[in-house]
T-cell receptor, first 115, second 112 residues
Framework: NAGVTQTPKFRILKIGQSMTLQCTQD?????MYWYRQDPGMGLKLIYY???????DKGEVPNGYNVSRSTTEDFPLRLELAAPSQTSVYFC??????????????FGPGTRLTVL | RKEVEQDPGPFNVPEGATVAFNCTYSNSASQSFFWYRQDCRKEPKLLMS???SGNEDGRFTAQLNRASQYISLLIRDSKLSDSATYLC?????????????FGTGTRLQVTL
């Protein structure tokens, strides 16, 4: 199993450009998440999904969109990139909840700089 | 008050020392507690889950204190390779798609 994979690893965008961060997991996990992590800060939840076709906003959704057409893929779309979106983006997945045990598995991250 | 709070450190300890971190959480109904380790410029990786009765994995011991609403991580016989940031994660709203709220992390630096 490759686990959670993310592409690209690094990207520099100009203000106003758009891009899609890709995330794929091969563990057949229902739950998937997108986080951003700013320097010295914790992980902030952007969007999450409990299964194909179902997505919901997290703590900091503004400026982002997601879709979940398959169990495996959960892309994050940035429209009109802004410098405030400079961050490291992590995708994570989690197996179906059982008895409160719901650890999350993370991808390697995408480092995004908006100039 | 933050929902999940950690002392950012850094904790600078010599090799072989014992070090402990705490993480407080605001919601008494929280379930599912975890410690993650994050190396510089890498993704968080699960170190251990935290069970009600406390649990141990080699040199690492995790405990949960529901009365005072905190979890702890104890590292014995610290190694240079333990240098990292340790994030606590809490499911503070059970039933909400297994969402975890993360602390900002405690940085540990183990020195010779």
């Amino acid at each position: 199993n490759a686990g959670v994979t993310q592409t690209p690893k690094f990207r520099i965008l100009k203000i106003g450009q758009s891009m899609t961060l890709q995330c794929t997991q091969d563990m057949n996990h229902n739950y998937m998440y997108w986080y951003r992590q700013d320097p010295g800060m914790g992980l902030k939840l952007i969007y999450y999904s409990v299964g194909a076709g179902i997505t919901d906003k997290g703590e900091v959704p503004n400026g982002y969109n997601v879709s979940r057409s398959t169990t495996e893929d959960f892309p994050l779309r940035l429209e009109l990139a802004a410098p405030s979106q400079t961050s490291v983006y992590f995708c994570a997945s989690s197996p179906p909840r059982r008895a409160g045990d719901n650890e999350q598995f993370f991808g390697p991250g995408t480092r995004l700089t908006v100039l | 008050r933050k929902e999940v709070e950690q002392d950012p450190g850094p904790f600078n300890v010599p090799e072989g020392a014992t070090v402990a971190f705490n993480c407080t959480y605001s919601n008494s109904a929280s379930q599912s507690f975890f410690w993650y380790r994050q190396d510089c410029r890498k993704e968080p990786k699960l170190l251990m889950s935290v069970y009600s009765s406390g649990n141990e994995d080699g040199r690492f011991t995790a405990q949960l204190n529901r009365a005072s609403q905190y979890i702890s991580l104890l590292i014995r016989d610290s190694k240079l390779s333990d240098s990292a940031t340790y994030l606590c994660a809490v499911n503070i709203r059970p039933g909400t798609a297994s969402k975890l709220t993360f602390g900002t992390g405690t940085r540990l630096q183990v020195t010779l």
